[in-house]
C-alpha cells in the first residue's frame, strides 16, 4: 500500500475513533478539530453548524482562534461571510473542497493587524452534510496558508462526512427520546382533559341546576353548594393549569434538549459561543423544568447584556436521588454580588423562580473573573 494512502487511513480512523468516543456532539468537533489541524500541519480550525430549528448558523467549536475572532460580535452567525453565503447557496460540496480568502479577517488583514489576526488569511472550507442534508461548515487554516494538495483536500471531503455522520446520527437520538416524551406528554395532557377537566365541568352544571331546584331550607342547601361549586371550578382551574405546565416553557421537550436549543440560538444571535454539558438522565416536574428553563435564559440574557463574554457555559446534572443542579457561568467582566441595583429585575426574578420550586440560587462573581449562577434542589 502507498504511503501516502495508508496514512490517509491512518488519519480517517484517528477521526472516526474521536466521533465514537466522544460524549456529546461539541466534544467530538472539538476533537476531531485537534486531529485534523494537527495531522495536516495545521493549527487554528472551528465549525458552522446549522441548528436545526431555527435555521440558523452557530459557532459549536473552535481551536486556537487569533485574537480578532475571538471577539464574540465577529463570530456571530448571521454576520455575513464567504464561506456561510456559499454553503447556503449549496456551492460547497466534498468534491470542491479548496483554500479561500477568510472574509471575516479580511478587514484585519487589510490594515495588516497580524497582532490580531495571527498571520492568518485564508483557510480551507469543508462542508459537513447527510446524505445530501447540509449540516454546517467545517473551516482550518494556519498562517501563511499553502495551497493543499489534491489527496489532502479529497481526505478533508471524506473527513467533513464522517463529522456529517456523526452529527445526524446524535441529532436522530435526541429526537427519538423527545418523541418519546412529547407522546407521554401529550398522552398525560389528554388523559387530564378527557378525565379530571371534564368531570369538573359535570359537576359544575350540576350543581348549577341544582341551585335551580332548591326548595326546601333554601339558605343552609344553598350555602352548601356555593361552596361546592366553587371548589370545583377551583379544581376546574387547577386542571387547566395542570395541562398547560405538561406543555410548558420547555415546549414539550426534554429539558436538556431544551437547554442545548436555547445554548444554539444565543450562540447563533450573540457570537457569544455557549459550552452545554449534561449528565445523569432528568426526571423532573414539568413545572420545574419550565422554572429552570426560564432562569438559564435570564442568565444568558445578562450575559449578552452586561458580562462582555466570549465565552459561556450551561451544565445541568441529575443525580439518581432526583436532585439536580444548573449551572450557568461565562468568562466576562463580572460585578459586585452585594452591590446589585435595586431596578435589576433579571436578578431578582431569578431568584423567585429558583424559590417556587424549592431550589436554592447562589450567585459568585469577581472583577474580570466572570460569573457563576448555581441552582440546586
Not at 130 to 138: A, D, T
Not at 240 to 255: E, F, H, K, M, Q
Not at 306 to 315: I, K, V
Not at 355 to 370: D, F, M
Request: aromatic fraction near 2%.
Amino acid at each position: 500500500m502507498p504511503g501516502s494512502s495508508k496514512r490517509e487511513l491512518e488519519i480517517v480512523g484517528a477521526v472516526a475513533e474521536a466521533l465514537n468516543s466522544s460524549p456529546s456532539v461539541q466534544q467530538a468537533l472539538e476533537r476531531t478539530l485537534e486531529l485534523v489541524t494537527g495531522l495536516l500541519g495545521l493549527q487554528t480550525g472551528w465549525v458552522w453548524l446549522v441548528d436545526p430549528e431555527s435555521g440558523h448558523m452557530y459557532n459549536a467549536a473552535a481551536r486556537d482562534l487569533p485574537p480578532y475572532l475571538q471577539e464574540p460580535v465577529r463570530m456571530s452567525g448571521e454576520t455575513w461571510c464567504l464561506c456561510i453565503d456559499e454553503f447556503r447557496r449549496g456551492a460547497l460540496a466534498p468534491r470542491n473542497v479548496d483554500v479561500v480568502q477568510c472574509s471575516r479577517l479580511a478587514p484585519a488583514v487589510r490594515a495588516r493587524q497580524t497582532d490580531l489576526t495571527g498571520g492568518l488569511a485564508h483557510h480551507a472550507s469543508v462542508p459537513l452534510s447527510f446524505q445530501g442534508k447540509p449540516l454546517g461548515i467545517m473551516n482550518i487554516t494556519a498562517p501563511a496558508m499553502r495551497r493543499l494538495t489534491a489527496a489532502e483536500l479529497r481526505l478533508l471531503g471524506t473527513i467533513g462526512l464522517q463529522v456529517g455522520v456523526a452529527i445526524e446520527r446524535a441529532r436522530l437520538a435526541e429526537e427519538s427520546a423527545a418523541l418519546a416524551r412529547a407522546d407521554e406528554r401529550t398522552r398525560l395532557a389528554r388523559e387530564i382533559h378527557d378525565t379530571l377537566a371534564q368531570g369538573l365541568v359535570a359537576l359544575t352544571l350540576q350543581i348549577e341546576t341544582a341551585l335551580r331546584e332548591v326548595g326546601r331550607d333554601p339558605d343552609r342547601v344553598r350555602e352548601r353548594l356555593e361552596k361546592a361549586l366553587a371548589t370545583a371550578r377551583a379544581n376546574l382551574d387547577e386542571a387547566r393549569r395542570s395541562v398547560t405546565d405538561l406543555r410548558g416553557a420547555t415546549r414539550g421537550l426534554p429539558l436538556a434538549r431544551a437547554l442545548a436549543s436555547l445554548a444554539r440560538r444565543f450562540t447563533a444571535d450573540s457570537g457569544i459561543r455557549v459550552e452545554l454539558a449534561t449528565s445523569g438522565a432528568c426526571a423532573l416536574d414539568p413545572s420545574v423544568e419550565g422554572e429552570l428553563f426560564r432562569i438559564a435564559q435570564q442568565a444568558l440574557d445578562n450575559v449578552r447584556q452586561h458580562a462582555r463574554a466570549t465565552r459561556a457555559g450551561l451544565t445541568l446534572r441529575c443525580r439518581p436521588d432526583g436532585k439536580s443542579t444548573l449551572t450557568i457561568e461565562d468568562d466576562g467582566v463580572g460585578f459586585d454580588v452585594r452591590r446589585v441595583a435595586v431596578d435589576r429585575q433579571g436578578i431578582r426574578g431569578m431568584r423567585e423562580r429558583a424559590e417556587a420550586i424549592g431550589c436554592r440560587l447562589r450567585i459568585t462573581s469577581r472583577k474580570n473573573g466572570g460569573t457563576r449562577i448555581v441552582v440546586s434542589s
